[in-house]
């Protein structure tokens, strides 16, 4: 087994950051979907800005990307799964900025504040107008459902990798093991 060329020390944080947080987005908005009254103004009190941070990171995990380029495939991946592996990374990362783009732009058309905290909020993005608003929704909520496939599907290729094929595409990713490239 050929020693590890790790992703670098950024990129390894923003990943398993920004995991959790979709993954958690995920789940607050199913339960914003099923839950009414109170309950459901602090799961959207925490999705608004959740999905902002979201956002924030993408743009700064882009820029990491760009300027510090993943380490190579193996030499023996067949083309087919180097193509599945650079469409599904470009469709996280287009979703990563479609989803939130969307929710705000939903809000705003709506005429819905996106609050941050407290007094901050953003401005809006659109006009209000209650057709687009329902338009956005339904895009929104269908976006969410191709995030939730897109990240089985890669999860299941990490799963392959680490422990089936056992090749280091997993473990470059993985902060936790021991690799020969260990830069930011």
Known sequence: MNPVVRF???ARVLHWLMAAMVLGML????????TEGPAY???VALHRPMGVAILLLA?????????VPPPPLPAGMPRVQRIAALGSHIMLYALMFAMP???WGMLSAGAY???LWGPVRLPPILPHDPALFAALR???GWLAFTLFGVIVIHLGAALLHGLILRDGVFAAMASWRRGRRDGI
């Open 8 to 10: 670098s020390a950024l």
């Open 27 to 34: 789940f607050v908005g199913v339960f914003m979907a099923a």
């Open 41 to 43: 103004a602090r799961l």
């Open 59 to 67: 743009c700064v995990r882009l820029a990491n990307r760009l300027l």
């Open 101 to 103: 783009l969307v929710g």
């Open 113 to 115: 504040p996106v609050v």
């Open 138 to 140: 339904h895009l929104h």
